[in-house]
Each structure stands twice: as C-alpha cells, then as structure tokens.
C-alpha cells in the first residue's frame, strides 16, 4: 500500500457542485498538504496543516477549503466547483526536519465541466 | 517574483549522454533547502536529490548530482548516462526556513519536460 493515498484518482464533475478529494497517510507526520498541478505552472500550494489543530491557507485557497480530521487524514473540498479548477491535485506529508523530502500521493486528477 | 526558475520548458538528450537541467532560486533566508523531483507519464512524483543550503559538497544519488552553486543561486540537476526511463517532467523546488518556522512548505519551478532518444 501507498504511504500517502489519495481519493479518487480521477473525477469528472459538473460547475457548481461541491466535491471532497481525500488524503490519508501511514507515514506517522503531522505535516499534511494540500497542492494542484497546472501545465506551465509547476505545483502549487493550496493549503497546510502542521497538525490536527492547525489549518492555514497556501498562495491559491481561494474557492477551496479543508478538514483535518486526524494526524493521518486530510481532506480538500471545492465548496462550488468552477471550469478553471480543473488541475491534477496532489496531497503530500512530511517530517519535522527541514533535510528531509515531502511525500506525495499519486495525485487526484480533476476535471470540471 | 519568480522563487524558483526553470528556463528550459523542454530538454532532449541522447541515450548514455549526460544532461543538465536549470535550476535557479531567489531568498533572502540563510536557510533553505532545494529539492528535485521527477514526474513520469504516469503522474506520481518521485524524489530525486537534496541539497541544504549549508552543505559545503554538492548532493549525489547514484547517476544524479545537483551543481549547486550559492552565490549564483543555482542548483542545477545534471543526470549522468540518461536512460530512456529518464523521460520526465523534472522539478525543482525550494523549502525556506529550517525547523518549525519553515512548516515544511516547497515553492515549485514551472518543470522541465526531459526527453531522451535512442
């Protein structure tokens, strides 16, 4: 099993709705993030949580939100989705140390019609 | 402004040759750390080397090594004996601060799409 999974892969849906993608790890972190993926653009930061108790937002949270229901769970939602969120979403963890990589999971691919 | 550059929207290299991706970064922090991770087709993202910004000899993982070059801002990713495998988008990204303060956060290039020919 993945250390970082996330849920679903792939997801169509339709502007307006309101749509959860999941993450949960085994890796035992407490730092959980949240990042989408556009051509051109490289990885961007969306939200991260330090830990169950703390939530803050990246350089695109607009139009998105979160929940941290434990140490191994961390969920995006699109409250309304919109065409030009359509992005390959990533999920990711890491440990306290600095020197260390983040993990990512396999990546949701979203798209919005 | 640009915190992580990557100049070289696409790369092509022949099988068994080596080749260098560009990677340039702007902070004021003394301490930083620089990242390279490479995405296949596939889509997941693999983690290739690191570098910290007090690290006096350059990073190596088997046929990767990152040029890192401080005063220049540079932390070059070069792929020794490229492998058809190697075909990949290649990021480079940088996590500022160290410990708590930094909570861990990477700012990403835009990526270097790598190809490599028979």
Same mark, same amino acid.
């Given at each position: 099993d993945a250390d970082v999974t996330q849920t679903p892969r792939?997801?169509?849906?339709?502007?307006?709705k309101r749509i959860m993608l999941e993450?949960?790890?085994?890796?035992?972190?407490?730092?959980?993030?949240? %990042?989408?993926?556009?051509?051109?653009?490289?990885?961007?930061?969306? %939200? %991260?949580?330090?830990?169950?108790?703390?939530?803050?937002?990246?350089?695109?949270?607009?139009? %998105? @939100?979160?929940?941290?229901?434990?140490?191994?769970?961390?969920?995006?939602?699109?409250? @309304?989705?919109?065409?030009?969120?359509?992005a390959l979403y990533f999920c990711a963890t890491s440990a306290p140390d600095s020197d260390t990589e983040a993990f990512f999971g396999q990546g949701t691919r979203l798209t919005v019609v | 402004a640009q915190k992580i550059t990557q100049t070289q929207p696409g790369m092509f290299v022949q099988e068994k040759e080596a080749v260098t991706l560009d990677c340039t970064y702007d902070t004021s922090d003394p301490s930083y750390g620089l990242f390279w991770y490479k995405q296949p087709s596939s889509g997941e993202m693999i983690f290739l080397i690191y570098q910290g910004s007090y690290d006096q000899q350059n990073a190596t993982e088997g046929r990767?090594? +990152? $040029?890192? &070059?401080?005063?220049?801002?540079?932390? $070059?990713?070069?792929?020794?004996?490229? &492998? +058809?495998?190697?075909?990949?988008?290649?990021f480079c990204a940088m996590r500022e601060g160290l410990g708590g303060t930094s909570y861990g956060k990477l700012t990403f290039g835009q990526g270097t799409i790598l190809t490599v020919h028979p």
């Open positions: 792939n997801r169509i849906t339709k502007t307006g993450c949960s790890q085994t890796k035992g972190h407490d730092r959980m993030y949240w %990042y989408r993926q556009d051509p051109g653009l490289g990885l961007r930061l969306i %939200y %991260y949580s330090f830990d169950v108790k703390d939530i803050n937002k990246g350089e695109i949270s607009d139009g %998105y @939100s979160v929940s941290r229901q434990a140490q191994a769970k961390f969920s995006l939602s699109l409250e @309304s989705a919109i065409p030009n969120q359509t | 990767y090594s +990152l $040029n890192f &070059q401080k005063a220049r801002k540079s932390a $070059n990713l070069v792929i020794s004996a490229s &492998q +058809l495998g190697d075909s990949a988008m290649y």
